[in-house]
């Protein structure tokens, strides 16, 4: 019974590992394009990456836009509510830099993403376009998993 | 006196003025290149034209000279197409060198583009070539192409530094500036021509490509390489400082300043700077700690002063004073000790030999800029030749060190001569290896960060005001000594 | 007087709505799985969306003939750039026709907004946004691109040329 459970865990890991559940804090522009990424004519679930219906659920947090203190605030609810590990992707200049909102005061030195949470992966760009999310999702799933994907290989299979 | 009436605003200047002049009194731009008010006029450029009532032809403001009752108007239309036409001249063989010019943002050519210009050229023939990057001297750089042949340099090394260096040659479009055979623009004042040029013909090898004159912010400060006390202004960036130009005044300077004076930004800047506090003891094994914060450093050289003091007596705490510091900074220092008991005060004279030497134009051989003001607040200053013979016994100095080390060629043997005390506290801007042997280094502040008063040779009192923070843990005198003082009293 | 048409009583019940809705969702399923050519899905990173040729990408720092820099880091494009991200630092070169040249060139790319004023600032066609996207990579690689990345990247082949040749307008005596 044990040894059942067990392979059942390892498949479960398994398949937690390809796939990502996510979380979206799609704050500003960058939104947009965030939502272009997922929607049909970038799917973002072909690379496997589903919505999760709650932050507990997921192990992937998309941030994008400029962080004032209502987001920052937000922010870091949602990433203390995650069960960690946890992956995050700081989409668009604003969300990284604070961009020309923020340009070199000294007085007022910009708030960004990776001041409130740690990030893994930067997408430059304002907003940068869909093909740039999505492939930061495949730098972060070729992190995660090292190795040719089973999307790759398949693809490899059929265009032959 | 005559009465001239410029653009309807009326003047009374004195007999002799020129027309340009007394537009300048009155605030109202004229157009020139080659005018210049501490030169001879030469009306070459053509550009400063003015309509004068009842003359039929437009006239040069600068060799036009004021009668009672003129009546000038500098922006009719005649006036406006002849500035236009005479840029457009100026323009026919002018390179299109604006990317790599250091002049843009401060050209000349580009500012009267901008007012008077804004024409397409019409003119389709190969313009006139000729060398560029020419080297003129240790200080300049000459590109003959951008040359708009004003003359100012060549008035400039016959009437102010009397060497005759420049000169031009060849006639007509083939005219060029250039230096005579064998006399390379080498004299001390040479980096003014770079000041007075309008165009970027003549530019800085020390400036030269460093930064964008639109990324600087200036203010005004006095230099503080020698005595006289020239009135600069400091141009800067979040960088550090990059040049230092000469400022108008009548009383000290004129309109120029000396080469010399043109490196005294480089010890202000962050390469050169002491940036922490530097502790050395014995009980710390000897090794040199840095980064204590200022406030606890100075708290602690205030508790062992007043322990000297109580133990050894005031006699055995000496000041060695550089002449370098602001009259604010002695007056505090000097009170502070004065009040604790402590007389001996020493002056640091980094070359006696030609201190009071003069070059004529306005180098001075003392080279820190307050000496005078040091003589003054501080009664009783010793000699360097008392302090070599009464240094041994005493236990504690201060040393107020000079922030220009490259006026103190002295500093490596009176180093040597310091160390002979027991304790040293170095107040310095710059850091130097051969500081490394004291006990303590505070970072203090350079004069561009700082406050004060420096008094010239000649006794004029000239103030100025901190611009920029390059240390952020540097301390002036005044800071230090308020940073002192609670524990200083505390055990006595 | 105007006649509103508000959703009838109808609308409102459950089923009817619920059915039309996955009626249209199932009947999208069986196109794309008999249709699979007709899905507009843009399979990245298999295929790629054709970008128009004023697509602004990654900056492109363009060549002179004999392989070396454009620029002639006169900096407006630092002053221009609103997000304050290119910093350069010019040299004098050797040869006095390029008197000023940048040895250093640098354009910290999680700063940059991707506007194009640079290349719009540009008087010599040195800088341009180029066809690729804005590249993502993780936490700890280099976001600021030097001289190498710009110019000579293996992208390029070697570098672009720039269409402002100086040699020409030498010749004609400009």
Known sequence: MSWLAGRLEDVVRRLEKQNQFSWLIPNGCCGHEIKNARLATYDWERLGVFKASHPEQANLLIVSGWVNSAVAEEIKVTYDRMIKPVCVIAIGSCAITGSPFDTFDPKRPPVTVSSLIPVDVYVPGCPPRPEAILRAILELQSKLNPGPSHREVLHEALRD | ?492 | MSVVKRPSQKSKWYIPGVLTGLGITIRHMFFNLLHRKDIFTIEYPEERYPYSDRFKGNHILTVKKDGSLRCTACMLCATYCPAECISITAAEHDDPNVEKYPISYEIDILRCVFCGLCEEACPVDAIRMGPEHQTAALAGSRFVYDINKLAYRPNLKGGVLSHVDDEERKARGL
């Open chain 2, 1 to 492: 006196m005559p009465k001239v009436t410029i653009n309807g605003n009326t003047i009374e200047v004195p007999a002799g003025t020129s027309v340009i002049k007394a537009a300048q009194l009155l605030n109202i731009p004229i157009a020139h290149y080659c005018w210049h008010e501490g030169l001879s006029v030469a009306g070459a450029c053509r550009m400063c034209m003015v309509e004068v009532e009842k003359m039929p032809k437009l006239q040069v403001a600068c060799n036009t000279t004021v009668t009672d009752g003129m009546v000038v108007f500098t922006n009719t239309e005649k006036v406006k197409t002849a500035v236009k036409w005479a840029l457009d001249f100026h323009l026919i063989n002018h390179p299109l060198d604006c990317p790599i010019c250091d002049q843009a943002g401060e050209c000349k050519l580009q500012d009267y583009y901008m007012s008077y210009g804004l024409y397409t050229p019409e003119m389709n023939q190969p313009k006139v070539k000729k060398e560029k990057v020419v080297s003129l001297g240790d200080r300049v750089v000459l590109d003959q192409e951008r040359c708009i042949l004003c003359s100012r340099c060549v008035r400039f090394t016959k009437e102010v530094t009397k060497t005759h260096e420049l000169g031009i040659f060849n006639r007509g479009d083939r005219s060029q500036l250039a230096t005579f055979e064998g006399r390379p623009l080498n004299n001390n004042y040479s980096v003014n021509t770079v000041d007075i040029c309008p165009v970027g013909a003549l530019t800085s090898k020390d400036f030269r490509f460093k930064q964008r004159v639109w990324f600087l912010k200036e203010f005004d400060s006095i230099c503080n390489g020698c005595s006289t006390g020239c009135n600069v202004t400091i141009s800067y960036n979040q960088n550090g400082v990059f040049r230092v130009k000469p400022r108008v005044n009548h009383d000290v300077n004129g309109f120029w300043m000396c080469d010399s004076g043109r490196d005294i930004y480089k010890y202000t800047n962050k390469e050169f700077r002491l940036t922490q506090v530097v502790e050395r003891s014995e009980k710390l094994g000897g090794d040199a700690v840095r980064g204590k914060p200022v406030a606890l450093a100075l708290q602690e050289i205030g508790r062992q002063l007043s322990q000297v003091i109580k133990n050894k007596g005031a006699q055995s705490v000496g000041l060695v004073w550089s002449g370098q510091y602001t009259n604010e900074e002695y007056s505090s220092m000097g009170r502070f000790f004065k009040d604790l008991g402590v007389s001996q005060f020493y002056h640091w004279k980094n070359n006696e030999k030609d201190f009071d030497s003069f070059d004529g134009i306005l180098k001075r051989g003392d080279l820190n800029p307050n000496t005078a003001g040091l003589k003054k607040e501080l009664a009783g200053l010793k000699s360097w030749a008392d302090f070599e013979k009464q240094v041994s016994p005493l236990e504690m100095i201060f040393v107020m060190g000079p922030e220009n080390f490259g006026a103190y060629s002295d500093l490596e043997e009176n180093v040597k001569v310091i160390k002979k005390a027991k304790e040293v506290v170095w107040f310095t801007a710059c850091e130097s290896s051969l500081l490394k042997e004291f006990k303590w280094l505070i970072p203090a502040k350079s004069f561009v960060e700082k406050s004060g008063t420096f008094v010239n040779s000649k006794g004029l009192a000239q103030a100025f005001k901190a611009g920029l923070t390059i240390v952020p843990d540097a301390v002036s005198l005044e800071e230090a000594v308020k940073g002192m003082q609670e524990s200083a009293r505390m055990v006595s």
